[in-house]
């Protein structure tokens, strides 16, 4: 069982940044394959970004890549979402997500994930 609980949403300016973390329990983090997804309202949960297990490859959506920056720290169990130049766009409940088995593959497909966060509003004004 992973629980994990997301932070550090918040309201800002266009051409802002913020940085999310989410914090997971559980032993199975350093094994887990990690993402962080979004929905805003009226559309559909999409992929914004993900790291493997090692932290050695990530992996972005189009729309956030050269902006957005995922990291993991094992020790502290956590993974984080530094977002920069935010763009009203960006607006949304942003979900991070856990894949315990990492078994490689496509990171783009939320049905891979096996444990979701209660989600962290990002608003960003223009």
């Known amino acids: 069982q992973v629980q994990l609980v997301e932070s550090g949403g918040g309201l800002v300016q266009a051409g802002g940044s913020l940085r999310l973390s989410c914090a997971a329990s559980g032993r199975a983090f350093s094994g887990a394959a990690m993402g962080w997804f979004r929905q805003a309202p009226g559309k559909e949960r999409e992929f914004v970004a993900a790291?493997?297990?090692?932290?050695?490859?990530?992996y972005y959506a189009d729309s956030v890549k050269g902006r957005f920056t995922i990291l993991r720290d094992n020790a502290k169990n956590t993974v984080y979402l530094q977002m920069s130049s935010l763009k009203a766009e960006d607006t949304a409940v942003y979900y991070c997500?856990?894949?315990?088995?990492?078994?490689?593959?496509?990171?783009?497909?939320?049905?891979?994930?096996?444990?979701w966060g209660q989600g962290t509003q990002v608003t960003v004004s223009s």
């Open positions: 997500a856990a894949d315990v088995d990492d078994s490689g593959g496509n990171y783009y497909w939320g049905a891979r994930y096996d444990y």
């Open positions: 790291i493997i297990r090692s932290g050695g490859s990530t």
